[in-house]
């Protein structure tokens, strides 16, 4: 395996998330082409389809990348704190609603879900999952993850297609309150009674 190349291939795909990120803040999402983030990222077409099929592919990426930086943050500190993590993701998927419901428009429903399904949780998050939810196997463990993770995703959709008429705060107690209710005992205890 040639090192250089993969560090420059991850250098490359990392500068043309950047430039979708600079577009998306100055033009509508429906506005940024792939001449556009070309030209933003000092690339020719053929690097971009290299990387990325399409603009929705990219976009998707961007907000998984973001999504998994902010669940790693909240894994990373001393104090795992499961309620703070979900505010911050639904907070994220408020500021950013514009674009997601873009994609949402854009994108098959199973290509989504699947999509978030395989960046959501992240693989150091499955053994304190699996604690939690008293998953006694690697099969049970998957099927709940699967069962919460297209509840989440749906009613993520349902909010964000429907105009996020509730606040992301509010969201954020409704998750919570499903998650720690269906969490044994003991688990429930370390987040807290005031979720339920």
Known sequence: MNVDNNV??????????RAYGNLARKLPINKITVSAICKEAGIHRTTFYGHFQDIIELGDM?????????????IDSDNFDFP?????????????????????????????TERIRKNFLPKELSAEYARCFDCQSDTELQYHQVFFENGFINVLKQW??????ESYEEMASLIIKIYVTAMKPEA?????????
């Open 8 to 17: 420059r291939f991850k250098e490359t795909e990392e500068r043309i998330m």
């Open 62 to 74: 961007v907000e998984i990348e973001q999504i998994n930086r902010l669940v790693h943050y909240y």
């Open 84 to 112: 703070a993590m979900i505010k911050a993701m639904f907070q994220f998927y408020y500021e950013n609603r514009e674009v997601i419901r873009r994609h949402l428009f854009q994108t098959a429903d199973g290509e989504v």
């Open 160 to 165: 964000i297609l429907t105009g996020c008429k």
């Open 188 to 196: 429930r205890a370390d987040i807290g009674d005031e979720w339920l």
